[in-house]
Structure formats: C-alpha cells, structure tokens
C-alpha cells in the first residue's frame, strides 16, 4: 500500500483498550468519543512538513489548510483563507487569510505564519513539498493578505488544498523548540482537535481545541481515537460492537458480511485510489520490454475484480484512475492473453520461461496477498517462478531503495492516492526520473516522458485540455513500455456505525473523516 505499515496485535487485548476509552456506551456525563480503526500504523511522519504516509488520517483534523476541494462539486471551499483571487495569466494568487485564529499553541495565526510554513516545508525537501515547485515568491501583502508569484501557472487553488505539504502550524513552535520538535510527537495545527496523548505510532487520541475558529455549537465528538488494529476480522468485531466508528480496509467478504447487520453501515464511494505493481526497469529480465509486456498479459485481471473485489473496483487504464481529470480511457489495455504472453517471451530470448521475480506487497493486507496469489499461479503457466513476500511498509521500502538494482525486489505492489488532486501526483511520483529513489519504485527513468507530464504540469492552471492531451500521450507511453502492472481502480468501501452521523467521503483526502463535521445520533 502507499505509505503503509502493519503491526500484528492481540484482538482481545485491542477490544478491552477500546472499550476502556469509550466507556462502551456514551451516556450521561460521558463526553462524546469517536474511535478510527486502521489496519495500517496511524502515524508515520510527525512533522506536517514531512507527512506523505497513513498519518493524513489524523493530520486534517490537526491541521488545516487554506482551501479545502470538493470534487464532486468541483469547487473550493475556504478554511484558513476566507478567499483569493488570480491574475489573468494564472502566475499572480492572493489570498485573505481568516481573522481570529488561533494556533494550539495560543498564537495567533497571520500572513506571516502561512509564509513561513509553506517555506518550510520548501526548505526542508520532504514528503509532498514538490507540490510547491511553481512557486517563485511568496510575499506578505499585510497581516491578513499573502501574495503567491508562480514561475508558470499551475493550479494553485488545488495546490493550497492538498492533503500533504499544505498544511499550515505554527512556526514559533519551531523557533522556540528546534527543527526536530514535531518528529518527538507534538504538533500546532488551527484545526477542531489537538494532540491529547499516543502510544507509539500505533494509537493517537485527539481533544477537541476550545478555541477553535469554527466554534462548537452543535453536536460534536470531544475526542477521537485513532488505533491500528491489523487483524480483518478484529476491525469487523469492533464496528459491530460499537467500539468503533470507522473502520477502513476491510476485506470485501467482511464487507458482504456486515451488510446484513443492522448496526453497520456500509458506504460506498468512488475514489481516487489504484493498485499498482511496479516492475524493476532496471533488473534483468524485466529491464527487457519484451518481458515487461508478456508478464502484463499474465495477470488474471478479471478473476482479481471479480472473485477479490467482488466488482469493487474496475480493471485500471493506466496510472491514473477514472473519474480524476487527466484520466485516459481510450488507452490500450492488457488482458490476460498467455498465448500472447509466450510468443513475447520467446521474442525476449525466453522461450521457456525459466526465471524467477520477487513480489513484495504489505503484510496485513489480504487483497493485496490473494492478487499475488493469482499472479503466481497465472506466471507458473509460463515457467516463472515468482516469490511473494508480504512485508511491513519500511522494510519494503527499504529494499525498493536499495542501492543495486539487483537488490531490489522485482515487483513492488502499492496503492497510489492523490496528494492533491492533480494527474501529476501519479505521473510524477511514480514515473518521473530520480537521482535518489524516493516513490519511482519502477526505477523508470525517460526524458522524453519527464518532458511530457512537466509540460503539462506547467500550463494545467491556465490551460488545463492542453495538459490533459500532453499527460495522455505520456500515459500511452507508460503502458506501451509496460512499466507496472496497472491492477485496478478501486472504489472506497467503508463499514461504520449505523449512529455515525455527517460523514462524507471526500476521495481527494483518502481515508480521512473530518470528525467536526460529524456526531453521533440517530438518522
């Protein structure tokens, strides 16, 4: 999965913590408490600056930023910033930022402090800060007003709403405590809820600000737990129990078995979440293009959305997903074809097969463990052996970026989601040419290919049909060149309490409840 780790835990020991913080019941004097359950390790990276992993879940209800995006009603909604306006050209963005909010910290924010955090997160080069690649200046106009001057004109109104790299703290905090402040476990974000207490990286408990901007009339949790919780069966325990409100990543037969049950709900959404397995470019035999597009062919799509997904999810086109611009359909599609598969194989020099690959994937995962399954039977068909090995995110991603290509496995499965809600963040990320391997997992490296998505990126403010045309013929020339497995665009399939109120599923912010915006109550 994309950013991910998974711990193994004990179901009784979680369900008896769960229930110690919730009170099982909220009735009386207890304060309202909303509990998350994640098969993935909730916080990866502290710093707002840095985050790019599982953290996003607890992040946006910390932090804010200037705008939020709704995609399905394709506009942007003000948080921090009360509203903007753009120059002609689309290189001059001026935002006003919203009067009267304060930092966790009790500060309060200005102009300043938005510049401030978005230099840092430039400075410091981590996570998602490319997102801020267009910008030339930033310049405070006064203490309400900050002027953004772009070196070419990018969609900056998406970029202020990113899910990563956009969120706005306070930099006195860093002044006062040093750089290394956030990493320890501590945080100053605007948003409804701050830190309250965690145990390691495997539970965060949040409070709700007393001092929040946006008030608290109304019905609303006075805190949220986020867990991780490994075990499938265990998460589907606790949202029939009622100790869990959200649960996320259930296997599609848990799914198909809670929705008979009166107490869950089961949403459904479209997102803008594939799964991808990236092929080593750079290793022998898949540094041949021949083999790349053999193994394509190999690949039991239909058995993987049909008897995995259960119909969850659609074969992909390509690395970015249907229903986000910049999506492709008429591009070629690879079937499970193993006569086709064979004859390009013996064009490759392998006639017979007779090699083996490494698959790694996240441990924990089972749709992740049951497709490469599938993909091994499918390649034993061809006389490849493959390997599959199911690891926790870091040693995975650490054996992506080791530094031999040879050392590396041969197919690296992850999920991609957007870090704002742009075809680049797919394109860049996973495909465009590194000098030190960060999410380029394919190891793919093509001027001509850089050139095109760059281009497109550069005028997608401005003149965003012309992006679209220059980021597909850069979407035909990755599947023509076969470099990953394109498995499927998923949707997002959520089991929550039936008494989970005002929850909406914002697939430009995966995985993320705005817990302020919901309550617990009848429908």
């Known amino acids: 999965m994309k950013r991910g780790v998974v711990r193994v835990v004990i179901a009784t020991l979680i369900l008896a913590l769960v229930v110690g913080v919730t009170g099982c019941a909220e009735s009386g004097n207890t304060p309202p408490v909303a509990v998350y359950v994640s098969a993935n390790q909730v916080v990866v990276f502290w710093d707002p600056s840095d985050s790019f992993s599982n953290e996003i879940i607890m992040m946006n209800n910390v932090y804010e930023t200037l705008l939020r995006y709704d995609p399905e009603a394709n506009k942007l909604t003000p948080v921090l910033a009360t509203g903007y306006k753009t120059s002609d050209d689309g290189l001059t963005w001026t935002f006003d930022i919203r009067k009267g909010v304060k930092f966790h910290t009790g500060n309060e924010l200005t102009a300043d402090a938005v510049k401030a955090s978005i230099e840092r997160t430039i400075k410091r080069g981590n996570g998602a800060s ?31 709403a990113s899910g990563y790299g956009a969120h706005i703290f306070d930099p006195k905090a860093v002044q006062q405590n040093g750089e290394d402040w956030f990493s320890q476990g501590h945080e100053a974000g605007t948003g409804p809820y701050q830190l309250d207490s965690f145990k390691g990286k495997e539970e965060v408990v949040l409070k709700k600000f007393d001092q929040y901007w946006g008030g608290w009339k109304g019905k609303h949790f006075d805190k949220v737990v986020f867990q991780e919780v490994s075990e499938a069966a265990t998460r589907a325990q606790m949202v029939q129990a009622g100790q869990a409100d959200f649960v996320d990543n259930l296997p ?17 959404v479209p997102s803008y979440q594939n799964l991808l397995g990236l092929f080593n470019t750079k290793k022998p035999p898949l540094d041949n293009k021949l083999v790349r597009q053999a193994l394509s062919y190999a690949v039991p799509y239909d058995q993987i959305i049909q008897d995995i997904m259960k119909g969850y999810a659609t074969q992909a086109k390509g690395p970015v997903p249907k229903g986000l611009w910049g999506h492709d359909d008429s591009l070629p599609q690879y079937k499970l074809d193993l006569d086709k598969a064979k004859d390009l194989l013996k064009q490759a020099g392998y006639p017979n097969g007779g090699f083996k690959l490494l698959l790694t994937y996240a441990s924990g995962d089972e749709i ?14 061809l006389n490849v052996n493959l390997e599959i090995r199911g690891m926790p995110w870091e040693p995975q991603w650490d054996l992506g970026k080791a530094t031999k290509p040879k050392d590396r496995q041969d197919i690296f499965v992850m999920y991609w989601w957007p870090d704002y809600t742009t075809p680049y963040s797919f394109l860049y990320n996973m495909f465009h040419s590194e000098d030190k391997v960060n999410f380029n997992l394919a190891y793919y490296n093509n001027a ?76």
Do not use: C
């Open 368 to 381: 992740e463990r049951q497709i490469a399954e599938l993909t091994k039977a499918s390649f034993a068909k």
């Open 252 to 268: 599609i037969e848990q799914i198909e078995r809670l929705k008979s049950d009166p107490k869950v709900t089961i949403t459904q």
């Open 130 to 160: 490319f997102i801020w690649a267009p910008v030339k200046d930033i310049k405070v106009l006064d203490p309400y007003k900050i002027e953004f001057d772009l070196s070419y004109a990018a969609p900056l109104d998406l970029i202020v």
């Open 448 to 523: 001509d290919y850089d050139k095109l998505i760059d281009d497109g990126q550069k005028i997608s403010g401005a003149n965003r049909q012309k992006a679209v045309d220059l980021f597909g013929q850069a979407q035909k020339m990755l599947v023509d060149d076969a470099a990953s497995l394109y498995f499927f665009d998923q949707m997002y399939v959520r089991a929550i309490r039936s008494d989970f109120q005002g929850y909406k599923d914002n697939p430009s912010y995966p995985h993320v409840v705005f817990f302020y915006d919901t309550h617990r109550g009848s429908k």
